[in-house]
């Protein structure tokens, strides 16, 4: 049964999403709030379902879309390097959602304005939040969203292929050299 509240809440979310931020017209601005709703109604416990994820990762990905856009315009090349400026961000700032990766690449393909960032963006991700919370208290047995609101996503500084974390390797480092300078 939980299966079903699940797949259902999904689909009520990202609809309900879509009456208030997208006319048909511009639902192709909101294609990464699908992949948000697998997060928040299928993986409610991920740090990349959090609030602090979902919100951050979304504007901020949206953001430098349209700020390449702007000054960059819409070649190839502005979007790669707007793609990998949004995951470098996301992973410093510990606010990666994967689906928000998407962002930068839809804000420059269809020439958003700084406007986008409230509508669709802002009021989209905050329709699909609102729908999860209401819903995972509707419905025995769901974990209620959100868990945790400012857990960070990743909760780790591994990035990608890092074997050891490099913070922590090069504060070591330091100690270890004033240690031995004493």
Do not use: K
Request: with cysteine; charged share 10%; proline share 7%.
């Amino acid at each position: 049964m939980r299966l079903l509240y699940c797949v259902l809440g999904a689909g009520v979310g990202i609809g309900f999403a879509l009456h208030l931020a997208g006319p048909p017209v511009s639902v192709f601005f909101l294609a990464s709030l699908g992949g948000s709703s697998v997060f928040l109604f299928g993986l409610t416990r991920a740090p990349a379902a959090q609030p602090r994820a979902l919100f951050g990762g979304h504007l901020g990905g949206a953001a430098i879309g349209i700020a390449y856009y702007h000054i960059l315009g819409d070649a190839a090349w502005v979007y790669a390097v707007a793609q990998g400026l949004a995951l470098g961000v996301m992973l410093l700032t510990r606010t990666v959602h994967p689906p928000a990766g998407t962002n930068p690449i839809l804000m420059i393909y269809i020439h958003a304005g700084w406007s986008a960032l409230i509508l669709p963006v802002f009021i989209g991700v905050a329709a699909l939040a609102l729908c999860a919370v209401l819903w995972s208290r509707l419905f025995p047995g769901l974990v209620r969203y959100p868990v945790s609101w400012f857990e960070c996503s990743p909760s780790w500084t591994l990035w990608g292929g890092w074997d050891e974390d490099p913070v922590a390797t090069e504060t070591a480092r330091s100690l270890s050299g004033s240690a031995r300078a004493v």
